[in-house]
């Protein structure tokens, strides 16, 4: 309700027609008045308010609230998300969980990454605009194409007394695609190591040490380090074919590696 003034209405006395215009100017606009609502509302509201909203706990939209989502604040929904040009900083901790209970970030349109001893989690895919991209993977399966896009560079940390299997698609559906693995922050669990396959496609390995000696080329299935290994400074290049996957082996012992 408005808030009206009761000054010179009492019980008893005469009512004045100032004090009815009170009451008409009050709820048509041409007085200033405080309204004060209690329970509920129903209706609509058509014009500019131009205050401040104190609180809005509860709210169920408050599309223009100066701190909410969309309006005047810094988020507007595009489509079926909201979304923002403005710098974003977070202090703490951030969880991003999809619908499917996943968590996915997705960075294959970022022209850049910056690191400082932060780990980008197992659900990154990397492409060819990283410089090098840091990816988690302990322990785990995983599919080639779920963990790096065609071009990309990434580096593996074995930390976990486990392997780490990566499985890879038929290469005709990436021919011509490289991917580039790297094994440079630390040297692996004792019991871990990493091993590439293909269930129907064979893989067309080389191995070479630092100083070039060769000890393994061959067309197999499957391609894994031993134990505790691959040690820094190995670096694997991958490249799709049109009936193999081609794989070049640079590491610093060739005998790490083994294939069947």
């Known amino acids: 309700m408005a808030t009206i003034s009761r000054t010179g209405i009492t019980d008893g006395s005469a009512i004045q027609s100032e004090h009815l215009t009170r009451i008409i100017d ?4 041409t007085a200033t008045t405080d309204v004060i ?10 014009g500019i308010y131009t205050g401040t909203v104190v609180s809005a706990s509860y709210a169920v939209t408050a599309s223009h609230a ?3 989502v969309g309006g005047s ?12 040009t403005n710098d974003l900083q977070i202090t703490g901790s951030l969880t ?3 619908g499917s209970g996943t968590s996915i970030v997705d960075f294959s349109t970022a022209t850049a990454v910056s690191e400082s001893a932060v780990n980008i989690a197992t659900s990154l895919k990397v492409d060819g605009s990283f410089n090098t991209d840091y990816f988690l993977a302990e322990s785990g399966s995983y ?16 930390k976990q007394a486990a392997p780490l299997f990566i499985t890879l698609p038929s290469p005709s559906t990436y021919l011509g695609s490289r991917y580039t693995f790297t094994f440079q922050r630390n ?3 004792p019991a871990a190591y990493v091993r590439f396959s293909q269930a ?5 390995a080389t191995v070479i040490d630092v100083t070039g000696n060769s000890f393994m080329t061959k067309a197999t299935t499957m391609v894994s380090s031993s134990l505790g290994t691959p040690t820094p400074e190995t670096r694997i290049d991958l490249i799709a074919g049109k009936n193999f996957w081609h794989m070049n082996i640079v590491t610093e012992d060739g005998v790490d590696w083994y294939s069947a």
């Open 66 to 68: 100066l701190t909410g």
């Open 73 to 84: 604040g810094i988020f507007a929904q595009t489509g079926s998300y909201y979304a923002t």
């Open 96 to 98: 991003v969980t999809s």
């Open 37 to 46: 609502a209690t329970g509920s509302f129903t209706g609509s509201f058509d």
């Open 26 to 29: 009050a709820l048509d606009g």
């Open 187 to 189: 040297t692996p669990n």
């Open 200 to 204: 129907s496609t064979l893989l067309a």
């Open 143 to 158: 599919n080639l194409e779920d963990i790096i896009n065609p071009g990309g560079i990434v580096d593996i940390e074995l």
